[in-house]
């Protein structure tokens, strides 16, 4: 087993470095701060690619924001909040649409966001928007501190997050 321990890990490093491709990343000015600095807002965006996954009963599609603003300390001890916008509708992820078997739920790594939608329908997914906050520690423990969970946020409305986060 020691034999293969470089040569995996060399493996592992063609990988990661083969997976990165230059429409992953995104330009760090369309990340406004909120005034008074509590939180970070990005604006809203639309993808109008989205790639997808099939399993057995579901197709997953996804698409990747990439923002440095979210570090390792913002995921391993702050949050990041995601909000899809459809027309008038803001729904906090994740979420399962009503009437629908469509879900929506993210995730966020070190300098991405990944927005996700199982569903069987195929439906529009350029006609959604996102946007997200990214709360660092620091701030997610002053939250903490005046009564508000990570439960109490991941809960919130998008208008109730943004009085709170500006």
């Known amino acids: 087993m020691k034999h293969y321990k470089l040569p995996l890990l060399g ?6 470095i083969a997976s990165c491709r230059k429409e992953d990343v995104r330009q760090t000015n369309e990340v406004d701060s909120i005034t008074s600095g509590t939180a970070t807002k990005a604006q809203w965006n639309s993808f109008g690619t989205w790639e997808n996954s099939k399993a057995e009963n579901v197709t997953t599609y996804y698409s990747k924001v990439a923002d440095s603003s979210i570090t390792t300390d913002v995921v391993n001890a702050g949050m990041v909040l995601v909000y899809k916008k459809s ?9 399962q ?3 629908s078997k469509t879900y929506w739920y993210y995730q966020a790594s070190k300098g991405s966001v990944r927005i996700n939608s199982d569903n069987n329908d195929g439906q529009n997914l350029s006609a959604q928007s996102f946007t997200y906050y990214i709360v660092t520690p620091q701030q997610l423990s002053n939250l903490e501190a005046n009564g508000k969970t990570k439960f109490d946020l991941l809960q919130m409305s998008f208008e109730q997050a943004a ?3 500006k």
């Open 163 to 165: 009085s709170l986060l």
């Open 11 to 16: 493996f592992a490093l063609v990988l990661l």
């Open 87 to 95: 027309g008038n509708e803001i729904q906090s992820l994740p979420f």
């Open 97 to 99: 649409e009503k009437g």
